[in-house]
């Protein structure tokens, strides 16, 4: 048995989530200081769900996603 997988970005998951007619609601972490240190990088983002902003974070902060995004949508 053959499995893929596939790499994602925030950029990536923004396109698939919009197809899909999905809302993002956030990512989720086990460790709480990664959401604070996104706040502290990006407060003009108050609800955290900036794709953009995201992806500057994870740019500039490689590891955050390390072992796999999690996140929370609904439909739209």
């Known amino acids: ?3 893929d997988q596939v790499c994602f ?3 990536r998951i923004a396109a698939a989530l919009s197809e ?3 809302e993002f609601l956030g ?3 086990a460790d ?3 959401l604070r240190a996104y706040r502290a ?3 003009n983002d108050t609800a955290a769900t900036s794709f953009p902003d995201w992806a500057g974070f994870e740019a ?3 590891a ?3 072992g796999m995004y999690q996140f929370w949508v609904r439909r739209k």
């Open 1 to 3: 048995m053959r499995i």
């Open 9 to 11: 970005t925030p950029e």
């Open 20 to 22: 899909l007619k999905l």
């Open 27 to 29: 990512f989720e972490f």
């Open 32 to 34: 709480p200081s990664v």
């Open 41 to 43: 990088e990006c407060p």
């Open 60 to 62: 500039r902060h490689p």
């Open 64 to 66: 955050t996603f390390a």
